[in-house]
């Protein structure tokens, strides 16, 4: 028996001692859209937060194949598609992964969502994983919304009768495992035409920033620059898998 025989008789014992039937691994390109909420009540902190601008790079997402173990996925990569899987370093094993989508996105608030390719595989999710930053496409206009840094926020706070202007970003760390969320809920079946929306909250980004901490410049405008407050609650905010809400939507069906 040749390895191509034997790698094929391997992962269909292994399909069938895990109920896999039908046409395990089919290729499918699915819907992702992606898009930032506006804050909608008072952060934990007290503060009223109108942000009048904001800006977010982000340059991944995945979903987790819920179904199949990495034994049965490697085989199953070897077999079907190995060429599909070259997503290292996003986090665990790329045989796990079940779709995903790898680029560069600059998410800007008030403009909609984003819209992308999700490719992969059918099958069942119920969490993934977005990888924040990264390097911008060349000649993407809304790279000026970032001012060079992977979030951007401008804005007013206000707690009775103290009023913050704000305006700045944070940067993040290079190591790609370190600007990764993961564990991100969104339960459902990942399959042709099916539409992945994840939307991205701000609130809770917002939701620890001191701003009476901020010291405003000449120009009335406190800065959140690296090292303040507001820099580590924000990035600590974006890490919370909380400020993440994913929604699967199967593909419309064709009218009878």
């Known amino acids: 028996m040749n390895r191509v025989l034997l790698a094929t008789a391997t992962f269909l014992a292994l399909a069938a001692a895990h109920g896999c039937v039908g046409t395990p691994g089919r290729r499918i390109v699915a819907n992702l859209e992606v898009g930032m909420l506006d804050l909608a009540s008072a952060t934990r902190t007290g503060w009223e937060v109108d942000v009048t601008q904001a800006a977010l790079l982000v340059s991944a997402v995945r979903t987790r194949d819920v179904n199949r173990p990495p ?8 077999v079907l ?11 665990e094993s790329d045989t796990t992964v079940l779709a995903s989508w790898v680029g560069s996105e600059v998410l800007v608030l008030g403009e909609g969502p984003s819209s992308m390719v999700l490719e992969g595989r059918a099958g069942t999710t119920d969490r993934g994983a977005l990888v924040l930053g990264g390097v911008v496409g060349a000649g993407d206009e809304r790279a000026a919304a970032l001012h060079g840094l992977p979030l951007w926020v401008e804005g007013t706070a206000t707690q009775g009768e103290m009023v913050v ?7 993040l760390p290079e ?12 339960a459902g079946d990942i399959d042709d035409g099916v539409t992945l929306h994840l939307d991205i909250d701000l609130g ?6 001191h701003f009476e901490r901020l010291v405003a410049g000449d120009d009335g405008v406190a800065p959140i620059t690296e090292g303040t407050q507001a820099a580590l609650a ?23």
């Open 165 to 171: 202007r704000f305006a700045g970003g944070i940067p």
């Open 204 to 209: 809770v980004a917002f939701d620890a920033v």
């Open 175 to 186: 190591a790609e495992t370190e600007r990764l969320v993961e564990g991100i809920e969104m």
């Open 81 to 91: 598609a190995p060429h599909a899987f070259a997503h290292g370093g996003h986090g």
């Open 71 to 78: 034994a049965v996925a490697f085989m199953q990569a070897l």
């Open 234 to 256: 924000l990035r600590i905010g974006l890490g919370d898998l909380s400020a993440y809400v994913a929604t699967v939507t199967a593909a419309p069906q064709p009218a009878p």
